[in-house]
């Protein structure tokens, strides 16, 4: 599992004459999916042509969608995932989402937030008699 990426940003529209960054790879879904060692559970439909450049920006120039993996791309699993990634949520690409979603290939980050005060959550009347507690006390009144 790798960790998930909560904030993908949009990728932008570009005309073919905006000047593109230097395409590493080109691959497509199905590729992708064999890179990941995954099945690829969509037939049929277009075949979109997925660029890897150098840079972080993810776009779309006509049909094809351009994905930034940094400096280098390494064929290996964890790129290939990061970038089926992107398509499925930054693009909502239909092939690449049906493939990633659902099965428990990345983890969500751990939940920042205050500390628990128990084991589990005080009920209304638990809080309420705790407050009464602190003002008879002369605590936070």
């Not at 049929?44 to 997925?50: D, I, Q």
């Not at 990345?106 to 009464?132: C, D, I, N, Y």
Request: net charge positive; proline share 6%.
């Amino acid at each position: 599992m790798i960790p998930f990426t909560p904030l993908i940003p949009a990728p932008r529209i570009r005309s073919a004459e905006n000047d593109l960054p230097r395409v590493l790879a080109r691959v497509d879904v199905p590729e992708l999916c064999a890179i990941a060692g995954i099945l690829c559970c969509v037939s049929g439909g277009e075949r979109r042509s997925v660029a890897c450049v150098v840079g972080t920006d993810h776009f779309a120039v006509d049909r094809d969608y351009f994905v930034g993996v940094g400096d280098e791309w390494v064929r290996n699993q964890t790129a290939a995932l990061r970038v089926l990634e992107v398509l499925a949520h930054s693009f909502h690409d239909y092939a690449a989402r049906e493939c990633v979603c659902g099965k428990r290939l990345f983890s969500l980050p751990k939940r920042r937030g205050r500390p628990l005060k128990g084991v589990r959550a005080q009920t209304a009347r638990e809080r309420m008699a705790a407050m009464r507690l602190r003002k008879r006390s002369g605590v936070g009144a």
